[in-house]
């Protein structure tokens, strides 16, 4: 139960905690901060619980963007603005993205304010062992505006989600190149687009691929051999169970309640044109898979 519980859950939290890449307001925030084009802001924004670290921490949390991606974005970042400044900064702008999209009465709803503190209370019970981003996450105070607690707390539980499927890609064999490769085989993302965006070169690509096929994870066309769908299965999976916990102590009914609760939310910003084609998080419900 609670392995599809996870799944459910991040399925409805995750368009929503998307906002923070895509939504305009984050993105004048950013330049307000003085940070010098999309990269940068996404890097600091990201990173900054973490404090002021380097690029080569941050690429070894993210996990799957080339080295050189980080180090144009850090730590140049932090000579223009702090991240306790960036994390205000990330606060004020995700209230301002939620109440332009949802609507003032929507984040001024009981309800609203009923999301906010199961998914605090989801977040605050999360195992954060072996779990950086999600630790520095979960560690920053409870924000008292709703729509700042509800980003918060789905952020808390989007980096528990994403370090164990970081753990879980390292137990695997699978180093950053290949898990894209595998999933873009797989039909979840746009292999082009992922490839881009974390800046890779079509050698580094073709050259994961290689190996996959010698894996015999990959046929010579690029589609999943069955030994390649079992291990994409098997990754999938490995993942809802890392990612259990904080629902296993909220329990069903409550977990259910705050699914229910989100479900509106993520139709919004699905519907909104906000976020890009390509599906780089390879969600498989809703508008995000299929680039609508």
């Known amino acids: ?33 003085g940070m010098r084009g999309f990269w940068m802001g996404y890097f600091a924004l ?18 799957v963007f080339h080295p050189a991606r980080a180090a144009r974005a850090l730590p140049a970042a932090w ?3 702090t991240p306790a400044d960036v994390l205000a900064a ?9 109440t332009g999209l949802f609507g003032p009465d929507t984040v001024g709803s ?49 980096e528990h989600r994403g370090d164990a499927h970081v753990a879980v890609l390292v137990s695997q064999g699978l180093g950053p190149v290949e898990a894209m490769v595998l999933k873009a085989a797989a039909g979840e993302s746009d292999g082009a687009f992922l490839r881009e965006t974390r800046k890779w070169g079509q050698a580094d690509w073709d050259a994961a691929g290689a190996r996959l096929q010698e894996q015999s994870l990959l046929e010579a066309d690029g589609s999943l051999t069955a030994a390649g769908a079992a291990v994409r299965a098997e990754v ?31 139709h919004m910003v699905e519907s909104s044109g906000l976020l890009p084609p390509g599906n780089l998080v390879g969600l498989t419900r809703g508008t995000y898979s299929t680039g609508r």
Do not use: I, K
């Open 110 to 158: 009981a309800e609203f304010a009923e999301a906010a503190d199961l998914a605090w209370e989801a977040a605050a019970a999360a195992d954060t062992a072996g779990r950086v981003l999600a630790a520095a996450n979960q560690a920053l105070e409870r924000p008292d505006r709703p729509t700042a607690r509800l980003w918060q707390g789905l952020t808390t539980l989007r």
């Open 79 to 81: 000579t223009y603005a």
């Open 1 to 33: 139960m609670a392995d599809a519980m996870a799944r459910a859950l991040w399925e409805r939290y995750e368009p929503v905690h998307d906002l923070v890449y895509f939504a305009p307001e984050v993105h004048r925030a950013a330049d307000s901060l």
């Open 236 to 266: 999938e999976a490995l993942t809802d169970a890392a990612a259990e916990h904080p629902w296993t102590a909220l329990g069903t009914d409550r977990a259910t309640r705050l699914a229910e609760l989100l479900e509106p939310l993520a």
């Open 90 to 98: 990330r606060q004020d702008a995700l209230d301002a993205a939620m």
């Open 46 to 63: 990201r990173a900054a619980p973490l404090g002021a670290v380097s690029p080569s921490v941050v690429t070894s949390c993210f996990y």
